[in-house]
């Protein structure tokens, strides 16, 4: 049986170490009302009580109901300080600067909001000296579901080697809010998004070919195209130094 005390005091050994090596005052993380930005929290407020959640909504309505309710229903169990910047109006300007510059996908204009979160995270992060949350789990990263520079940017992530399945494990332990951890995975980025929809394969899908290399041909499919396509986000930066070794 797993030992979640003691994996708990581990992972929350890890983030006070990382703190007190950097000189950091605190942290801060970007809280979605999701899984996974609630799993960091609580284990950064463990960590250190100077622990900042800030809710970026992003023009999505969904970021201002039900993704606002849980974030803020996360903050108030577990005592964490909790912001509110809109991002509305300034995805919006950015959209209206690349006018006449680019015409923009539907990919493109996805991966705007990411990148303007992380940049917000990093800008109070750099105001008040304190390190940058992830929040990708193990089934993520595996596929590939973040957005380069994006969510995918950070100074440390506490639960990378967890899969879907793991976290929701972790959060039933810790008496998460069971809206958290009974809402579709979704990254808020527009309408009716959800992350298994958009893949088109199941989380527990993912995780039991992650763990046991088993899968349906139909889902082994899709899990390995998107892992092979995204490899490059897993990579380090190729620079000319590198290529000449």
């Not at 999701?34 to 809710?55: E, P, W």
């Not at 959060?171 to 998460?176: D, P």
């Not at 349906?216 to 490059?232: F, K, N, P, V």
Request: glycine share 10%; hydrophobic share 35%; with cysteine.
């Amino acid at each position: 049986m797993r030992d979640y005390k003691k994996e708990t005091e581990q992972r929350v050994a890890f983030i006070r170490e990382l703190v007190e090596k950097s000189h950091s005052r605190g942290i801060v993380f970007g809280n979605s009302g999701g899984k996974d930005c609630a799993l960091v929290g609580i284990l950064s407020k463990m960590a250190c009580d100077n622990t900042i959640s800030v809710m970026m909504p992003c023009g999505s309505s969904v970021n201002f109901g039900k993704d606002l309710e849980d974030a803020k229903a996360l903050c108030e169990k577990f005592g964490i300080e909790n912001r509110l910047v809109d991002l509305t109006a300034v995805k919006e300007a950015e959209v209206a600067a690349l006018k006449g510059v680019a015409e923009l996908n539907s990919q493109a204009l996805t991966n705007i909001a990411p990148r303007l979160r992380m940049t917000t995270l990093y800008a109070i992060g750099a105001a008040e000296g304190c390190l940058v949350g992830g929040t990708g789990n193990r089934s993520e990263r595996y596929m590939g579901y973040f957005t380069k520079w994006g969510d995918g940017g950070f100074d440390f992530n506490p639960i990378t080697d967890l899969t879907v399945g793991e976290v929701y494990d972790f959060l039933r332990y810790l008496g998460a809010p069971s809206s958290i951890i009974e809402k579709a995975p979704s990254a808020g980025l527009f309408e009716g998004q959800t992350d298994e929809k958009e893949m088109g394969v199941t989380y527990a899908a993912i995780d039991k070919y992650i763990l046991t290399g088993q899968a349906t041909d139909e889902d082994r499919a899709i899990i390995e195209r998107y892992h092979g396509r995204s490899l490059h986000k897993l990579q380090p930066v190729p620079t000319f130094e590198d290529w000449k070794k």
